[in-house]
């Protein structure tokens, strides 16, 4: 089983769609969470963190399910902007470690 | 958020030869990575270095490898013998202290031939 999975996509959507993302990681020792965006060729950038009460940063909006393994990114009002690779992350390890294990990615196209 | 840059940003190189990527972050950092992306596929962990020595790598991060800050700004990842399925996107990330969150750099495009 893979540590962190993800529907690879893509989803093709339109502007000012609403958009879900899932992701499932296998190990129930993972501490942290986070969506990064990476863009084509270019470096995973964070896009929010994400916590158990869950989190909002304007479109964006994240939620974690400890019991359920399970994490998700809803993205409201779709822009052109947004499209990109979608990139579910996880953290476990000690606190020398913290290596990040990436999910393959969903890829987002947002079309006029 | 903090900056980091790697040198050089593409690097072409034969099979055999030793390559080494750089990473340069702007402000202090304490806690340094570097993963790799195969073309295609998913972002993976190669190395973690903290206080100057490896805290932890993986499988991939074999003995052709190895990992230094030799002037306590610099940190360079070092591939011994290159083979052709180490072509790939290196990237470099940081952390500080009391943080979890990784920042990147924009990764080194490696070639080998």
């Known amino acids: 089983r893979k540590e962190v999975e993800q529907d690879p996509g893509p989803f093709n959507v339109p502007e000012g769609a609403t958009v879900a993302f899932n992701c499932t990681y296998s190990?129930?020792?993972?501490?942290?969470f986070f969506w990064y965006r990476q863009d084509c060729r270019k470096e995973p950038k964070l896009l929010m963190s994400?916590?158990?009460s869950g989190n909002e940063d304007g479109r964006f909006t994240a939620q974690l399910n400890r019991a359920s393994q399970y994490i998700s990114l809803l993205i409201r009002d779709s822009k052109l902007s947004d499209s990109a690779t979608y990139l579910c992350?996880?953290?476990?390890?000690?606190?020398?470690?913290?290596?990040?294990?990436f999910g393959a990615g969903t890829i987002l196209r947002v079309k006029s | 958020e903090p900056e980091v840059t790697q040198t050089p940003s593409h690097q072409v190189t034969q099979m055999g030869q030793e390559v080494i990527l750089r990473c340069v972050p702007i402000?202090?950092?304490?806690?340094f990575y570097w993963y790799r992306q195969i073309l295609g596929q998913k972002v993976e962990f190669l190395v973690s270095?903290?206080?100057?020595?490896?805290?932890?790598k993986s499988e991939i991060f074999d003995d052709q490898f190895s990992v230094e800050r030799p002037d306590g700004s610099n940190f360079t990842l070092k591939i011994r013998s290159t083979k052709l399925e180490d072509s790939a996107m290196y990237f470099c990330?940081?952390?500080?202290?009391?943080?979890?969150?990784?920042?990147f750099g924009p990764g080194t495009r490696l070639l080998v031939l």
């Open positions: 992350v996880v953290i476990y390890g000690g606190e020398y470690g913290n290596k990040l294990v």
């Open positions: 190990n129930s020792a993972s501490q942290s």
């Open positions: 994400v916590y158990s």
């Open positions: 402000s202090n950092h304490l806690y």
């Open positions: 270095f903290y206080n100057n020595e490896i805290s932890e």
């Open positions: 990330a940081v952390r500080g202290t009391g943080q979890e969150t990784q920042y």
